[in-house]
């Protein structure tokens, strides 16, 4: 994992988070998970309530809805 968003994500660095842009939360990274879903994964749930109060739940929604 390289991405700065997705170990923030991970790690809980909010401050980070908040200068992120939908794209970013949405990327995937090498293992097709995004900042969002490392977030979950890991129990963040300050991070995941940050990305999702910005209004990004229903892009992940759709991104993920069909795999």
């Known amino acids: ?3 700065k ?4 994500a991970r790690d ?5 988070l908040k200068e ?4 970013d939360l949405n990327a995937p990274d090498e293992d097709d998970m995004t900042p969002t879903l490392w ?3 890991h129990g963040n749930l300050e991070a995941l309530r940050l990305i ?3 209004g990004y739940l229903n ?4 991104q993920t809805r069909f795999k």
């Open 5 to 8: 968003y997705h170990k923030a």
């Open 12 to 16: 809980g660095y909010l401050d980070l």
């Open 52 to 54: 999702v109060g910005r």
């Open 59 to 62: 892009a992940i929604l759709q």
């Open 20 to 23: 992120a842009t939908r794209k």
């Open 39 to 41: 977030a979950a994964y």
């Open 1 to 3: 994992m390289n991405d």
